[in-house]
């Protein structure tokens, strides 16, 4: 992880689109509990008995509703294109440095069999792009989730410091549930970038001989051998498979724990007298979308790992 934070600040320069992707991911995490403290006193509005109020306030929540659709709209659209371009002028420069270091190395490098044309053309190929999606997808989306979780707490903390509290209390289980899943894909990924290194330089050595062979008519030979050397990562990137999906399932079980233990809560609040419905309601829109955004972050976490590899 060390290695891959040390090469985003080496690459700073070539990630100069991220900084106004930076401010739209901002706003565009910001936008969604603005949103739900709309959406929340259009329900309310929906309760009242004047029908006249009543149109007078779903009129404006309504027209609220189209300006985050536009502002939000043009966010994503800023921050995935900016964190992109930031990425590929990332691993385009990451592949031609890496290029260059090859060829100072001495010829006893390449005797080595790790060293092979197949295991290093593999790194060009994957490396690159795998520390692109850190950069191109991951970083956007955190930086998006950190706006969101900001939002999300001050509106909570306006209107119930005990919900906000209790959702701050709730939010390190979700933590660990990532850390899980974040943890199983690290450690498969060093195992199948090792595999695949070991598959791709048999390809190439076949490819290379690939006179000899037929002459020897020794294809179902390699062929056989290829396969072996595809096994272990087929059955490492299934275990990854699976061991990920338990821990994006488990974060997203704690979304639904968070929320129902935040309404039960609230409901007691409410029986004892301590906050009203509308407090209840604002809190609840707002934890709820804040652990949505956390979600979101499930999703590409297992994209760190394998950039992190990637790094080595």
């Not at 899943?181 to 791709?200: D, P, V």
Request: charged share 15%; net charge neutral; hydrophobic share 50%.
């Amino acid at each position: 992880m060390y290695l891959m934070l040390r090469l985003l600040w080496q690459y700073k320069g070539s990630m100069k689109a991220a900084i106004p992707g930076t401010i739209l991911a901002l706003i565009d995490g910001a936008v969604m509990p603005c949103f739900a403290l709309v959406f929340a006193r259009a329900i309310l509005a929906l309760s009242l008995t004047d029908k006249d109020e009543i149109k007078r306030k779903t009129d404006l929540y309504a027209n609220l509703f189209l300006i985050f659709s536009f502002v939000g709209g043009l966010a994503i659209f800023g921050k995935i294109g900016l964190f992109h371009i930031a990425g590929e002028n990332t691993a385009r420069q990451l592949r031609e440095d890496l290029f260059v270091k090859f060829m100072t190395f001495e010829a006893g490098y390449f005797d080595d069999e790790k060293n092979g044309t197949g295991a290093l053309t593999a790194r060009l190929a994957t490396d690159a792009e795998d520390f692109n999606k850190v950069v191109a997808t991951v970083a956007g989306i955190s930086v998006s989730t950190v706006s969101t979780i900001i939002c999300a707490l001050a509106i909570a903390f306006v209107y119930s410091w005990q919900i906000a509290l209790l959702m701050m209390g709730c939010w390190p289980i979700q933590s660990y549930a990532q850390y899980w899943q974040a943890r199983a894909t690290w450690g498969a990924s060093m195992k199948l970038h090792e595999a695949y290194k070991e598959s791709g330089q048999a390809a190439a050595e076949t490819i290379r001989n690939i006179k000899t062979v037929v002459t020897l008519r020794r294809e179902e030979t390699f062929i056989r051998i290829f396969d072996e050397k595809n096994d272990v990562p087929h059955k490492g990137n299934v275990y990854s498979s699976l061991y990920s999906a338990a821990g994006f399932g488990f974060a997203m079980g704690c979304n639904m724990f968070i929320n129902s233990l935040v309404f039960y809560a609230g409901c007691q609040f409410i029986i004892h007298g301590w906050m009203d419905v509308t407090q209840l309601i604002n809190s609840l829109m707002a934890t709820m979308f804040a652990s949505m955004s956390i979600g979101m972050l499930a999703q590409v976490l297992p994209m760190v790992p394998k950039g992190a590899v990637a790094s080595r």
